[in-house]
Structure formats: structure tokens, C-alpha cells
């Protein structure tokens, strides 16, 4: 399998900035995505990364707040603008390989 | 939209005891993978089933998909302490993963 690293690992935040977390694999993948896994919950998919054109975003999830950039087939970045205390969560990035996903070791957000 | 819904939410078991996790879909899957979760860390790909009425095992890990590619099940044999963590199912339907809410173990010694 891929191996995913994700910067940063963990971050407090102020509320009202804006992170970007970045998503590096040691090898070429068509499909990278980026979930969410808020304290408690299960994983919830905010978007699909597409190299070379816009993120395909999930119901709930907008461009303004969550901008994503691609800019080649071993690298993303996901953006949590403008954050509040409700964007505190793990976001993970993930790479499609066949059928099956793998997991970066997420960025655990917390915004105060 | 599809929806997987997982139970129990919650388990905790004796050290030995066995622990089972069930998933269903609302929809026919295309195949049906299962994610642990320790605390503090990552969903970690654990298998993936693709066939109706598959069963796979990984030590005492058993895994089954249903007959109609609608329902799993994990189940572990005689829990160890090292089992501990949140064990989640994730439905693919066309190209999206869909998770579970996932079955919290915890394994007393």
C-alpha cells in the first residue's frame, strides 16, 4: 500500500484563521480524498481531490470552506478557512488503490 | 443518499470473551471493507470483502458478507486487550466509501 504523510499532525488554532494541511504519497494515485472524523464520530467524506481540475465536494461540504488543490498525482492540500470551534476534528487524506482506501495518519485540529 | 448502519455502538467484553460487530447497508455493495481504529491513532485497512456469502479470517478475526451484498459481520474470538479500539465497516457503492458508525471495543483484563 501507499504511504501517506500529512503535515501537520496536530495544531490549536485560533478561531477565525485559516490551515492548510498537506498530503504528500510516495507514489502516483488517481484518486486521493479527503474525510473528516469529528470527536466521537465516524469518518464522513468531504471531497475527492481530482488532479488537474476542481475537487468534487460531498453534500454539506463547500469550496469557500474547504478549498482543495491538486497539483499532482502524489500531492494534495486541504484547506479549513475561516475556522470555529466546530471545525475541530481529525481530517484525514486518502488514497484509492483498486477498490480499497488507505489512511494517512490525519491532522488533529483543535480551534479555540 | 446510502446509509451503512452499524451496531452495537458499544461493547465491553472480558478478556477471552468473543465480540461481534454488524453492518447493513441500504443499498447493494460492491464490496464492503473493515477499518480498526486505535485510540489516538488512524482507521487502519484490516480487509475487504467483494463476493456474496464470503467469509474470510485473519486469526481470530472472521469476516462474512452477506448473500445479497447488503450485510456484514466481524467477529472476534477469545478478545485480547490488544483488540481494544473502534472497529469500523465502509460500503463502496460506484466510487464513494461510505463508513459506518463504527462498534467502540473495550477489552477488560
Known amino acids: 500500500s501507499a504511504v501517506i504523510s500529512q503535515k501537520p499532525s496536530r495544531d490549536i488554532c485560533q478561531r477565525g484563521t485559516s490551515l492548510t494541511i498537506q498530503c504528500q504519497v510516495d507514489s502516483q494515485v488517481t484518486m486521493m480524498f479527503w474525510y473528516r472524523q469529528q470527536p466521537g464520530q465516524s469518518l464522513t467524506l468531504i471531497a475527492t481531490?481530482?488532479?488537474?481540475?476542481?475537487?468534487?465536494?460531498e453534500s454539506g461540504f463547500v469550496i469557500d470552506k474547504f478549498p482543495i488543490s491538486r497539483p499532482n498525482l502524489t500531492f494534495s492540500t486541504l484547506t479549513v478557512s475561516n475556522m470555529s470551534p466546530e471545525d475541530s476534528s481529525i481530517y484525514l487524506c486518502?488514497?484509492?488503490?483498486?477498490?480499497?482506501?488507505?489512511f494517512g495518519e490525519g491532522s488533529w485540529l483543535t480551534v479555540v | 443518499g446510502q446509509q451503512v448502519m452499524q451496531i452495537p455502538q458499544y461493547q465491553h467484553v472480558q478478556e477471552g470473551e468473543d465480540f461481534t460487530t454488524y453492518c447493513n447497508s441500504s443499498?447493494?455493495?460492491?464490496?464492503i471493507q473493515w477499518y480498526k481504529q486505535r485510540p489516538g491513532g488512524h482507521p487502519v485497512f484490516l480487509i475487504q470483502l467483494v463476493k456474496s456469502g464470503e467469509v474470510k479470517k485473519q486469526k481470530r478475526l472472521t469476516f462474512q458478507f452477506g448473500e445479497a451484498k447488503k450485510n456484514s459481520s466481524l467477529h472476534i474470538t477469545a478478545t485480547q486487550t490488544t483488540d481494544v479500539g473502534t472497529y469500523f465497516c465502509?460500503?463502496?457503492?460506484?466510487?464513494?466509501?461510505?463508513f459506518g458508525a463504527g462498534t467502540i471495543l473495550r477489552v477488560k483484563s
Open positions: 481531490a481530482n488532479q488537474g481540475s476542481e475537487a468534487t465536494y
Open positions: 443499498t447493494t455493495l460492491s464490496n
Open positions: 465502509a460500503g463502496m457503492a460506484g466510487n464513494k466509501l461510505v
Open positions: 486518502s488514497v484509492g488503490q483498486g477498490n480499497t482506501i488507505y
